[in-house]
C-alpha cells in the first residue's frame, strides 16, 4: 500500500478546486470563475483498492490562491496556501500563463527553497496555442525547480490521468489514513454551507461575492427530508439589497440552484431556508473570521 498526501497550489482562479474534482470523479471543492472561491484547505481523498502493489490512498489537499492580501482574511488564505507546502509529501504548482505572469516567479523561488518533491502543472491548454504552450513550458523547464511538467485541461480531464499516475509514482509505502468510500474528511454541514456560498458567487458580480461568507444555523435530518436553515453574510447595507435582488427573484434563484445540488449530494429532499444579515468588515475580524469558519 503506497500514500501520500498531495499539496495542489497555486494563483487564484487557475483551476485547482477543478482539478481535484477531475481527479476524484467528483465535486468536493467549489469552483466558479469569481477569484478567491476557496478560502479554506479542501481535502480530497483518492483512493484505490485492487489487492496489487498498485493499491494506493492519495490525500490532496486544495489551498486558496496565493495572492497580495488586502485584508486579514486574504492573510489567512494566502497563509494557508503557504504552510501546505511545508506540510505535504508533494506538490503540484498549477499555473495557466507564463513564469514572468500573475505572480508566479516568487512562488517559483519559494518552491525552489524547499525539498518537497514539486510538479507543475500548465492548466487550461485548451486555450493555448501550440508555441504558446511550448514557450511557457520551456520557461519554467529552465528554472530546474519542478521533477516533471504536465499540460492538463481539468474541465475536461484532458491528461489528468497521466498527471495522476505521476503523482502515484511519488507516493512512498505508507498505511491508509481513511476509509476506501471517503472522498473527503470535510462534514456535510461544511460542503452545504460551500455550495451555498458558490451558487452566490455565481449569482452575483463585481466586489460583492468576496464580502459573502455562509454561517449554517440549523441542520435537522429526518427520513426523508433534511431541513437547513443558512445565514448569507455580506459586509454592506447596500450589498444585501443585491443579494436579494427585485422582489427577492436572485436569492430564491440562490436557494434553487444551491437546493438542487444539495440534494444530489445528501441523497434526501432537501428544505432550505436562506437568509441575508449583514455582518460589516467582517473580513477584517479575527472573531468574525473565527466564528465563520476561517481560522485553524
Given amino acids: 500500500m503506497k500514500s501520500a498526501f498531495i499539496g495542489i497550489i497555486g494563483r487564484p482562479n487557475v483551476g485547482k478546486s477543478t482539478l481535484l474534482n477531475a481527479i476524484l470523479g467528483e465535486k468536493v471543492a467549489i469552483a466558479t470563475d469569481k477569484p478567491q472561491t476557496t478560502r479554506n484547505r479542501i481535502r480530497g481523498i483518492y483512493t484505490r483498492l485492487e489487492g496489487t502493489d498498485r493499491d494506493c490512498q492519495l490525500v490532496f489537499i486544495d489551498t486558496p490562491g496565493i495572492h497580495n492580501p488586502r485584508n486579514k482574511l486574504g492573510s489567512y488564505m494566502t497563509e494557508t496556501a503557504l504552510n501546505t507546502i511545508r506540510e505535504v509529501d508533494a506538490v503540484l504548482f498549477l499555473v495557466d500563463g507564463p513564469l514572468d505572469g500573475a505572480g508566479n516567479r516568487p512562488i517559483v523561488e519559494l518552491l525552489a527553497e524547499t525539498e518537497t518533491p514539486r510538479l507543475l502543472v500548465i492548466n487550461k491548454i485548451d486555450k493555448l496555442e501550440p508555441e504558446e504552450y511550448k514557450t511557457i513550458y520551456e520557461e519554467y523547464r529552465a528554472t530546474g525547480v519542478f521533477e516533471d511538467i504536465f499540460g492538463t485541461c481539468a474541465r475536461t480531464g484532458r491528461n489528468v490521468p497521466a498527471l495522476l499516475e505521476r503523482v502515484e509514482a511519488l507516493a512512498a509505502e505508507g498505511p491508509m489514513y481513511f476509509p476506501e468510500d471517503m472522498v473527503t474528511d470535510h462534514p456535510e454541514r461544511f460542503l452545504v454551507g460551500e455550495l451555498i456560498r458558490e451558487k452566490a458567487l455565481l449569482y452575483l458580480q463585481e466586489e460583492v ?88
Fill in 209 to 296: 461575492p468576496h464580502g459573502v461568507a455562509v454561517e449554517i444555523e440549523s441542520y435537522q435530518e429526518e427520513e426523508r427530508l433534511t431541513r437547513i436553515g443558512a445565514v448569507i453574510y455580506c459586509e454592506k447595507k447596500s450589498h444585501k439589497g443585491i443579494i436579494i435582488g427585485k422582489e427577492g427573484k436572485k436569492l430564491k434563484g440562490i436557494g434553487k440552484s444551491a437546493r438542487l445540488e444539495i440534494e444530489g449530494l445528501l441523497g434526501t429532499k432537501v428544505f432550505l431556508e436562506l437568509f441575508v444579515k449583514v455582518r460589516e468588515n467582517w473580513r477584517n475580524s479575527e472573531a468574525a473570521m473565527a466564528s465563520l469558519g476561517y481560522k485553524e
